[in-house]
């Protein structure tokens, strides 16, 4: 990311707080990781965060780490947009479409 993209960056919330369809960002440590997905906890609770391809293999944060998080939080999960780590570096993610559940075909009643 080029640095005026960070100017960007909504200032982070309590992850007690977060709203369902809201952009928004966190700030904690990692505890959890599965796939493409992580756990990310602070002194109100805790969130799951989707990272899409490029958390894939486990490899993008590790256990113990203290990351920020910007994304939309939608259906119990952080679609992750941007992930900084505790050392500076900023990576942009491309997380997968918030699922909106089964979609209906035919005639609506």
């Known amino acids: 990311m080029r640095p005026q993209d960070t100017e960007a960056l909504v200032p982070p919330v309590a992850v007690g707080s977060l709203a369902d369809e809201t952009r928004t960002a966190v700030h904690g440590q990692v505890t959890e990781l599965f796939g493409n997905k992580f756990v990310l906890a602070d002194p109100t609770g805790r969130a799951l965060i989707e990272t899409g391809r490029a958390g894939e293999g486990g490899e993008l944060v590790a256990v113990g780490e203290t990351v920020t998080v910007q994304g939309r939080f939608a259906?119990?999960?952080?679609?992750?947009?941007?992930?900084?780590?505790?050392?500076?570096?900023?990576?942009?993610?491309?997380?997968?479409?918030?699922?909106?559940?089964?979609?209906?075909?035919?005639?609506?009643?």
């Open 75 to 109: 259906h119990g999960f952080l679609h992750a947009e941007v992930l900084i780590h505790e050392d500076g570096r900023v990576e942009e993610l491309h997380p997968a479409p918030a699922k909106h559940g089964p979609r209906r075909h035919g005639p609506h009643t």
